[in-house]
């Protein structure tokens, strides 16, 4: 394996958080091939003392986790749908997109964003790596090219006369392995006058809210804007605003444009969160050595309170099969014998074994038919929605559970 830091190349030394050895969160198991061996690989993050970028070694090619069976859909959370059509209002109004326009989306999963552009007559384009959600977006209309994002696919995207007026990916940037090539393949595409929004979970809120969880081998960077400027920089974009979002316990959502382009001036939001960011200490590299203390003391108190609460008796079932989920419950080695199954309201994940535990996933109706005395919500960053949903299950005395940041029941 070659561990070198995969923007500047840099040897990395420092280990950042080691979750020992873990299944490809995301790749749920058929209960015929329950029986069969399924590959781990090492879960241990690094921190580059260069550019201060952390990240996880690739153990997979691109091609293995972003398979065409691919589970997530991102229209399964109304939430997250509310959350893009927000943004789709915003940019729409901020850049006065109009019939004339391209808003191109890298990782355009089954086009619950580029949707809201199109009802406005914004012509959109998509592109998805993965088929089975690629086709998901052109049943709604959404015009998808099928390819991973880099220098190669944006030249034939330009030749195809698809430059960008607006460029944007939410949760994309931390999934590339080739990062150099990535950032690359946007400048050429963004027009001269063009706009770049990213999304991506900000690596201070992971810190400070403990969510480790949200480390698993489809996310092969994690960002602060003192990194990712680094990044944008070295391929001729200047990062002009910031906007610090609660979506996924703590997003960043960038603004970039070409450097050359002088009529976007940088705002004070940018220098602000830069203070902030060296006040929590992201500019010192013992700040990232001593943080998996914290991660390390999560794992004992959650297995105190759910061995405490399965000896007494007590029913545990889960809610959701996040790719983060996979990642708290193979770290804690939390199995069927203390969470009987879990839910989802995805058909893609229903009646299928999550990854490593081989815990069940049921459609949410088996928690009426069960009546258990706690629901461990896995996407704690869904909690008041998937609350709001389930809130029946007061009825019979039963209580919600999340982990992270700390152990709350409620």
């Given at each position: 394996?070659?561990?070198l830091?995969?923007?500047?190349q840099?040897?990395?030394?420092h280990?950042?958080?080691?979750l020992?050895m873990?299944?490809?969160?995301n790749?749920?198991?058929?209960?015929?091939?329950?029986?069969?061996?399924?590959?781990f690989?090492?879960?241990?993050?690094y921190?580059?003392?260069?550019?201060?970028?952390?990240?996880?070694p690739?153990?997979?090619?691109?091609?293995e986790?972003?398979t065409?069976?691919?589970?997530?859909?991102?229209?399964?959370?109304?939430?997250?749908?509310?959350?893009?059509?927000?943004?789709?209002n915003?940019?729409?109004k901020?850049?006065?997109?109009?019939?004339?326009?391209?808003?191109v989306?890298?990782?355009?999963?089954?086009?619950?964003?580029?949707?809201?552009?199109?009802?406005?007559?914004v012509?959109?384009?998509?592109?998805?790596?993965?088929?089975n959600?690629?086709?998901?977006?052109?049943?709604?209309g959404?015009?998808?090219?099928?390819k991973?994002?880099?220098?190669?696919?944006?030249?034939?995207?330009l030749?195809?006369g698809?430059?960008?007026?607006l460029?944007?990916?939410?949760?994309?940037?931390?999934?590339?392995?080739?990062l150099?090539?990535?950032?690359?393949?946007?400048?050429?595409?963004?027009?001269?006058?063009?706009?770049?929004?990213?999304?991506?979970?900000?690596?201070?809120?992971?810190?400070?809210?403990?969510?480790?969880?949200?480390?698993?081998?489809?996310?092969?960077?994690?960002?602060?804007l003192?990194?990712?400027?680094?990044?944008?920089?070295?391929?001729?974009f200047t990062?002009?605003?910031?906007?610090?979002?609660?979506?996924?316990?703590?997003?960043?959502?960038?603004?970039?444009?070409h450097t050359?382009?002088?009529?976007?001036?940088?705002?004070?939001?940018v220098?602000?969160l830069?203070?902030?960011?060296?006040?929590?200490?992201?500019?010192?590299?013992a700040?990232?050595?001593?943080?998996?203390?914290?991660?390390?003391?999560?794992?004992?108190?959650?297995l105190?309170?759910?061995?405490?609460?399965?000896?007494?008796?007590?029913?545990?079932?889960?809610?959701?099969a996040?790719?983060?989920?996979n990642?708290?419950?193979?770290?804690?080695?939390?199995?069927?014998?203390?969470?009987?199954?879990?839910?989802?309201?995805?058909?893609?994940?229903?009646?299928h074994?999550?990854?490593?535990?081989?815990?069940?996933?049921?459609?949410?109706?088996?928690?009426?038919?069960?009546?258990?005395?706690y629901?461990?919500?896995?996407?704690?960053?869904?909690?008041?929605?998937?609350a709001?949903?389930?809130?029946?299950i007061?009825?019979?005395?039963?209580k919600f559970?999340v982990?992270i940041?700390?152990?709350?029941v409620?």
């Amino acid at each position: 394996m070659n561990n070198l830091c995969r923007f500047c190349q840099n040897p990395l030394k420092h280990t950042f958080v080691d979750l020992g050895m873990s299944p490809v969160s995301n790749d749920y198991i058929d209960p015929t091939k329950a029986d069969e061996m399924e590959p781990f690989y090492p879960l241990r993050t690094y921190v580059c003392e260069q550019c201060l970028l952390v990240q996880l070694p690739s153990y997979q090619k691109r091609e293995e986790i972003f398979t065409n069976q691919y589970a997530y859909f991102s229209s399964f959370s109304t939430s997250w749908l509310q959350h893009a059509k927000e943004y789709a209002n915003m940019m729409m109004k901020r850049l006065g997109l109009g019939s004339d326009s391209l808003v191109v989306e890298l990782a355009s999963n089954d086009g619950y964003l580029l949707q809201y552009f199109k009802e406005q007559n914004v012509p959109v384009l998509g592109v998805e790596p993965c088929q089975n959600v690629a086709e998901a977006a052109e049943k709604i209309g959404i015009p998808t090219l099928v390819k991973f994002f880099g220098v190669e696919t944006a030249k034939e995207m330009l030749m195809n006369g698809n430059g960008a007026d607006l460029l944007l990916g939410n949760n994309v940037l931390a999934h590339v392995p080739d990062l150099n090539d990535f950032v690359a393949g946007m400048k050429i595409l963004l027009k001269e006058s063009g706009v770049i929004t990213i999304e991506f979970p900000h690596l201070m809120s992971l810190m400070k809210h403990n969510q480790f969880d949200t480390i698993y081998h489809e996310h092969f960077s994690y960002f602060s804007l003192l990194a990712v400027e680094k990044v944008f920089a070295r391929h001729g974009f200047t990062i002009f605003d910031v906007e610090q979002l609660s979506t996924h316990g703590g997003s960043l959502r960038i603004f970039a444009r070409h450097t050359e382009n002088n009529s976007l001036p940088v705002t004070a939001r940018v220098q602000d969160l830069h203070e902030r960011e060296k006040q929590f200490g992201l500019h010192d590299l013992a700040t990232y050595s001593s943080w998996a203390s914290q991660v390390y003391e999560l794992k004992r108190t959650f297995l105190q309170w759910i061995c405490e609460e399965k000896n007494s008796g007590k029913i545990i079932v889960g809610y959701g099969a996040p790719a983060k989920g996979n990642t708290f419950l193979n770290y804690c080695g939390v199995r069927s014998d203390l969470i009987d199954y879990t839910v989802d309201k995805s058909p893609h994940k229903q009646n299928h074994l999550l990854p490593g535990t081989r815990i069940p996933i049921y459609d949410p109706e088996k928690i009426r038919k069960t009546k258990p005395d706690y629901v461990l919500i896995l996407p704690w960053n869904l909690q008041d929605e998937i609350a709001q949903q389930m809130d029946y299950i007061r009825e019979w005395g039963g209580k919600f559970v999340v982990a992270i940041p700390e152990i709350k029941v409620f």
